[in-house]
């Protein structure tokens, strides 16, 4: 397996949940992300990843869908979850040991560090951390180099529901109309958007040439 030199994506995501003290456990992000409610059978289904493939899982928290992933592109295929929390991918490190994982590879993103990564992957997968990001439209542009030619990266996201909701009192989501303006700004073409979602965004993009 090629190796994969991760000096590139300066994530400004401290905002994340999980780099502050008093931050969920990651059993429950797993917790949350495994519930029917939020259809992550379907949301796997729809990413249609087949053995070989190379994925990233941007803001893997406990791992959840890093491990599905994982079983989907088999051997001859890669998992790289990233993080900004150690203690997130040190439960990540210890649950691959339980599941017998061995094409994951957990990596930790520091603020301001620069990807010279020469391996590029087939799928970039964004769940919930959309909105976490900072200056988006430079952010993604750079993340273009990460993908394959006909590579495609996913977004899903929170929409805005009830004033006193904590995800929109927090502001803890993205307005549709916003990701699709700032994706097109960066250079992506949006393929396919889902709708299954309870108030959530489901949008998968490619590249423009």
């Given at each position: 397996?090629?190796?994969?030199?991760?000096?590139?994506?300066?994530?400004?995501?401290?905002?994340?949940?999980?780099?502050?003290?008093?931050?969920?456990?990651?059993?429950?992000?797993?917790?949350?992300?495994?519930?029917?409610?939020?259809?992550?059978?379907?949301?796997?289904?729809?990413?249609?990843?087949?053995?070989?493939?190379?994925?990233?899982?941007?803001?893997?928290?406990?791992?959840?869908?890093?491990?599905?992933?994982?079983?989907?592109?088999?051997?001859k295929?890669?998992?790289?979850?990233?993080?900004?929390?150690?203690?997130?991918?040190?439960y990540?490190?210890?649950?691959?040991?339980?599941?017998?994982?061995?094409?994951?590879?957990?990596?930790?993103?520091?603020?301001?560090?620069?990807?010279?990564?020469?391996?590029?992957?087939?799928?970039?997968?964004?769940?919930?951390?959309?909105?976490?990001?900072?200056?988006?439209?430079?952010?993604?542009?750079?993340?273009?180099?990460?993908?394959?030619?006909?590579?495609?990266?996913?977004?899903?996201d929170?929409?805005?529901?009830?004033?006193?909701?904590?995800?929109?009192?927090?502001?803890?989501?993205?307005?549709?109309?916003?990701i699709?303006?700032?994706?097109?700004?960066?250079?992506?073409?949006?393929?396919?958007?889902w709708?299954?979602?309870?108030?959530?965004t489901?949008?998968?993009?490619?590249?423009?040439?």
């Open positions: 397996m090629r190796a994969i030199h991760w000096f590139m994506i300066f994530l400004s995501l401290l905002t994340l949940a999980g780099i502050t003290s008093g931050s969920p456990r990651p059993e429950t992000f797993n917790k949350v992300a495994a519930d029917p409610y939020y259809k992550p059978d379907k949301i796997i289904s729809k990413l249609n990843l087949k053995p070989g493939d190379f994925v990233l899982d941007l803001g893997a928290g406990g791992g959840y869908f890093s491990y599905r992933f994982a079983d989907l592109v088999g051997n295929g890669k998992v790289f979850a990233l993080d900004v929390n150690p203690s997130y991918l040190n990540i490190r210890k649950e691959l040991k339980k599941r017998k994982l061995n094409n994951v590879r957990p990596v930790l993103v520091e603020k301001d560090s620069i990807s010279r990564q020469k391996t590029r992957v087939d799928l970039i997968f964004l769940r919930n951390v959309y909105h976490h990001i900072d200056n988006r439209v430079s952010y993604f542009k750079q993340m273009r180099r990460l993908l394959k030619p006909h590579g495609r990266l996913v977004i899903i929170h929409l805005e529901g009830d004033p006193d909701d904590f995800i929109t009192k927090y502001k803890h989501f993205t307005p549709r109309p916003i699709l303006k700032e994706m097109k700004a960066a250079g992506y073409s949006r393929v396919k958007e709708y299954f979602l309870p108030n959530q489901f949008i998968i993009y490619r590249m423009e040439k």
